[in-house]
């Protein structure tokens, strides 16, 4: 009521300064039209007040009018799944291909048991009451990065090299690494090939430069790449006077037979796993002194999009913990040193795939030589 009295106040003493104590037409009915305005909101503020009770419920009033967007977390929380996309082609040891079982269709992998622990991790975040469920999206790799631009999925995790220039579209975000150690590499089935790349780092003479080796050591060749991971960018980017064959997938670029592929180039982890336990006609490129041809320094990150800020601190914490417990680097021994079948570990602790997703899986797709794409 204060507030009403100031008011009149004010009111009488702007009449006790009209001249002759009078007001003129246009005067009286501003004044009115003023007077009425300022009692009307005078009274919403007395029944808001009244009803109530307090400024901190005129916040809550206006959420229910206005709700107030969820951070990403709560979401998550209250939905009690994550939806994560992963791709539809194997990189193994990271994503091995689907398994049948009594169970259902499994996937596995390094960077499946990973989604189980961002899970883990988010079910404590939001009280422990109930787990939350970890959504596999399976798509083309290529396509990841759609899916989550346009809001189908959380997250990403397919070993993904999160430091190479161009690799990161504008809009996403990718976490600190959860695996260090990879980096492009190369493998042929021709000992040809592979003493000619160490010819030319022998021609070199103490004066080392990796680049110059592989260019010269490519040219003229057939060289393969999957489509949008690093080793296709790191070709486009470096490497001269080669034919480049941009596959779907790395199955399929073992697979063609016509063009003939005299040279793979992917991630040194994978071509590490896959030439002594898939596809041991293939060898991996090597220095003279018998060590691997590393043609890159990278790091396999989480991506998720750019203005997800819980969720990206989240991850980092995570991945931060992960790593000074040494459970990252026990997940690394169990993937890539250790022996074990791919099928029993999917079996005991995959994660499920849709079934409808299984021949997408399974079609490895093509190659194709590059500006045809």
């Not at 041809?293 to 969720?311: C, H, M, N, P, Y």
Request: charged letters at 25%; proline letters at 5%.
């Amino acid at each position: 009521m204060a507030l009403y009295h100031r008011h009149s106040t004010l009111n009488k003493m702007t009449i006790a300064r009209s001249p002759s104590g009078a007001e003129g037409s246009q005067g009286k009915a501003t004044r009115d039209r003023g007077t009425s305005g300022a009692d009307a909101a005078v009274l919403l503020l007395l029944i808001l007040g009244l009803l109530l009770q307090g400024c901190g419920l005129v916040f809550d009033a206006v959420e229910l009018v206005h709700p107030l967007t969820r951070d990403e977390l709560s979401t998550m929380c209250a939905q009690r799944q994550i939806r994560v996309g992963i791709s539809v082609e194997p990189f193994r040891p990271f994503v091995f291909p689907a398994v049948y079982t009594d169970e259902g269709v499994r996937v596995t992998g390094f960077d499946v048991e990973l989604i189980r622990e961002v899970a883990d991790a988010l079910t404590v975040h939001c009280g422990g009451q109930q787990p939350i469920v970890p959504t596999l999206h399976v798509t083309r790799f290529r396509d990841l990065f759609i899916e989550l631009d346009e809001g189908h999925i959380d997250l990403f995790v397919s070993s993904f090299s999160g430091n190479v220039p161009g690799g990161t579209p504008s809009g996403l975000w990718s976490s600190i690494p959860y695996f260090h150690g990879g980096g492009v590499s190369a493998m042929t089935r021709s000992p040809e090939i592979a003493e000619n790349i160490r010819t030319q780092f022998r021609k070199q003479a103490g004066r080392a430069d990796t680049l110059a080796a592989i260019r010269e050591s490519l040219s003229g060749l057939t060289v393969a790449v999957q489509n949008r991971r690093s080793a296709h960018l790191y070709a486009e980017a470096n490497l001269r006077d080669i034919r480049l064959l941009v596959c779907d997938s790395l199955p399929a670029a073992v697979e063609t037979k016509d063009p003939h592929i005299d040279v793979i180039l992917t991630d040194y982890p994978i071509l590490q796993y896959v030439t002594k336990q898939v596809w041991p006609d293939w060898r991996l490129l090597e220095r003279p002194d018998g060590s691997p041809l590393i043609l890159s320094q990278e790091s396999f990150s989480i991506v998720t999009g750019a203005g997800k800020r819980r969720l990206q601190w989240f991850l980092n914490n995570l991945l931060y913990r992960l790593e000074e417990r040494g459970r990252l680097a026990e997940m690394r021994r169990r993937w890539l040193e250790e022996n074990y079948a791919p099928t029993r570990r999917a079996t005991a602790e995959g994660l499920q795939l849709d079934v409808s997703k299984v021949p997408d899986h399974y079609d490895q797709g093509q190659c194709r030589i590059a500006g045809g794409l």
